[in-house]
């Protein structure tokens, strides 16, 4: 994720409040989606950066931290830096809630398996470091759990699926170790069928690890197309990403303000 800040435009802001103000959201974070009986509570993370943002908890929203600076500036990533990793833990100190892990430079899928498994082997030694270090938080990976992918998904590449499905099994052991699923479901192209096809695949291979699976949401086209960059979602499109999420998933955590990339 880039963590530069987006300065929304009055007409931007309005938008995005009067979306995320839709949301039936109780002031403990949870989401009523029907009755208990037939659905779970929903809950619903904030972990957005627009600048001049509100302050959510009044619409009930729930506080996030995030876990990026584990290595010098100019050093490697290909290794665990243990100093790092442990103070960057450290200034969550007191901190109670969810905390999400950015790393997205160690890769599992379609590598050879030495790669896979050494990059396995790290995402587990990070998350024990932070896990020692920070009791009293719920960990998760951002958008490890399960790998990333669309067009196989989308064009139904049976090869390429199944070496998604065996990445996704690999990574059990990683599963172990962190407390809550954290998949990244954010919407490339204004296509709402794709998404959902997307989504559906990658939430369920998210329940493989047994654990709450809050999916990642980004209420604009995360997107290099220059028709589609920093434009937020049709209300429609985002309505259906919300309802599909509360349909397989126990939450969301909400995302927004980068400038460019993808995340």
């Given amino acids: 994720m880039n963590n530069n800040v987006l300065i929304c435009s009055s007409r931007q802001r309005a938008g995005l409040w009067l979306m995320l103000a839709a949301l039936p959201i109780a002031p403990n974070g949870l989401a009523d989606t029907g009755s208990i009986a037939e659905k ?15 302050d959510l908890r009044s619409l009930g929203l729930l506080p996030t931290r995030d876990l990026a600076r584990f290595w010098p500036k100019g050093a490697s990533r290909d290794g665990v830096d ?8 450290k200034r969550l100190n007191g901190y109670r809630g969810l905390v999400y892990i950015d790393i997205e430079n160690w890769p599992v899928y379609d590598v050879p398996d030495r790669i896979a498994q050494a ?26 759990l399960p790998d990333r ?50 989504a559906e695949a990658m939430l369920i291979q998210a329940r493989r690890y047994h654990k709450p ?3 990642f949401l980004w209420p604009e086209f995360a997107s290099n197309e220059p028709a589609l960059q920093h434009k937020q979602l049709p209300a429609n499109s985002w309505k259906g990403e919300l309802d599909c999420c509360r349909e397989f998933a126990d939450g969301v955590v909400l995302w927004g303000g980068v400038v460019g990339g993808v995340g």
């Fill in 40 to 54: 779970h509570l929903f809950k619903v993370y904030d972990s957005l950066i627009y600048r001049h943002k509100p």
């Fill in 119 to 144: 990059s396995i082997a790290k995402f587990v030694e990070v998350a024990d470091i932070v896990h020692f270090n920070t009791a009293n938080c719920q960990i998760a990976y951002y958008g490890v």
């Fill in 213 to 215: 699976v809050y999916a």
């Fill in 82 to 89: 243990e100093v790092y990793v442990r103070n960057e833990a």
């Fill in 149 to 198: 992918i669309y067009w196989p998904i989308i064009q139904k590449d049976e090869k390429a699926l199944n070496k998604w499905h065996v990445a996704n099994q690999q990574m059990d052991v990683i599963g172990a170790h962190v407390d809550i699923i954290a998949p990244s479901l954010y919407t490339f192209y204004d296509d709402p069928k794709g998404w959902r096809l997307y």
